[in-house]
């Protein structure tokens, strides 16, 4: 049983079996978090998880089907708290997965400081642009631009909440590539693996998932380029297994 509230739906999340409250009027989740969930490491028995500008929980509730550790969301807007926790309790997860109110800045301070073994974090994309976005929904506009935290703010409290040795991952866009990376440095977050996504063949790319260890050792591995869909309009194999689990 669940209680939705207002314009609120309760969507599947197909591959893992569970289902997530959504709606029409705050921003939902992309294929960019199906594509971090899938791309981080995971301790599979037991460990600390942090997900950072959480929204409405999905990439804990991805991961939760990936591990037994104990999973931890961080988001600063009450609905989406609320939403988030909601779902969690649908799907009968309280005892591995919750969804805290907090600001990504400082974040440390509230939660403790080198105490996860993995911090994930689908932080906001775009620079503050008022043109951009200033006729735009208070919940979108938050998900999508840097008005409550930017990408620096992002990677500085992961380097704080992450063990030494831990791993962190970001979902991104190419054109911020050599930005994340100087801040990973900055904060000694060795950049380990990253994987350029593309719309399918022959187009750019529109999607990077990079990931580094804390304190660690230099020697970046670049992965196989991934495709979304087919040139048939179709989704490849790849994205079928991580949507639907076939």
């Known amino acids: 049983m669940v209680i939705l509230k207002g314009d609120e739906r309760l969507d599947h999340l197909l591959a893992e079996g569970l289902r997530i409250i959504q709606s029409p009027s705050v921003f939902s989740f992309s294929v960019d978090a199906v594509l971090l969930a899938r791309f981080t490491y995971l301790p599979i028995q037991k460990g600390n998880i942090i997900d950072l500008c959480s929204g409405n929980g999905v990439i804990p509730l991805f991961l939760s089907a990936r591990t037994k550790g104990m999973i931890t969301g961080v988001e600063i807007q009450d609905r989406l708290v609320d939403m988030a926790n909601r779902s969690i309790h649908y799907n009968q997860l309280e005892n591995q997965v919750k969804v ?14 080198a105490k996860y073994d993995v911090v994930t974090c689908n932080p906001p994309y775009f620079p503050v642009d008022t043109n951009k976005h200033k006729n735009e929904n208070e919940h979108y506009a938050i998900a999508r631009h840097e008005i409550l935290c930017t990408l620096e703010d992002t990677i500085q409290s992961a380097s704080q909440l992450v063990k030494h040795g831990g791993k962190v991952s970001f979902v991104h866009r190419p054109g911020r590539l050599l930005d994340i990376v100087t801040l ?52 490849t194999k790849e994205m079928r297994l991580m949507l639907y689990g076939d």
């Open 100 to 113: 805290v109110k907090g600001d990504v800045k400082g974040i440390a301070r509230q939660l403790g400081y």
């Open 184 to 235: 990973m440095r900055k904060y000694e977050i060795e950049p380990k693996r990253i994987q350029l996504v593309y719309p399918e063949q022959g187009k750019e790319a529109n999607v990077l998932l990079v990931e580094g260890i804390k304190k660690g050792k230099p020697d970046l591995k670049i992965l196989p380029p991934l495709y979304i869909y087919e040139t048939s309009g179709e989704y």
